[in-house]
């Protein structure tokens, strides 16, 4: 069965970037959707941006447009999450989630949906 694990976190720089990454074990995610979550202290846990990897669309938060991309490898077997311009209200730890299939279109940030989740990864933005 396909495992999550989220790595790529650390410290960064308000305008820098980092590039978190979503590795799979035991499959492969042709069929699925990954979805990056995070959660900061004291706040509420928020879908940040999703990949279809079957249907090769992608999602973002309003908050990250433009400023984040999301990926998968050839092999589809790593999601990356790319993030430039990052902001101190970027902090949070980090999570990737998985489902598979996942036709649900603009539902995609209900956490509830996700039956394969990976432990966080730090993301710290400061000066």
């Known amino acids: 069965e396909v495992q999550l694990q989220a790595s790529g976190g650390g410290l960064a720089q308000p305008g820098g970037s980092l590039r978190l990454s979503c590795a799979a074990s035991?499959?492969?995610?042709?069929?699925?959707?990954i979805t990056w979550f995070r959660q900061a202290p004291g706040k509420e846990r928020e879908g940040v941006s999703s990949?279809?990897?079957?249907?090769?669309?992608?999602h973002y938060a309003d908050s990250v447009k433009g400023r984040f991309t999301i990926s998968t490898d050839s092999a589809k077997k790593t999601v990356y999450l790319r993030m430039d311009s990052l902001k101190p209200e970027d902090t949070a730890v980090y999570y990737c989630?998985?489902?598979?299939?996942?036709?649900?279109?603009?539902?995609?940030?209900?956490?509830?949906?996700?039956?394969?989740w990976g432990q966080g990864t730090l993301v710290t933005v400061s000066s």
């Open positions: 035991g499959g492969t995610l042709d069929y699925w959707s």
């Open positions: 990949i279809n990897n079957y249907a090769g669309s992608t």
């Open positions: 989630a998985g489902v598979s299939p996942s036709p649900f279109g603009d539902a995609w940030s209900r956490s509830y949906l996700y039956d394969v």
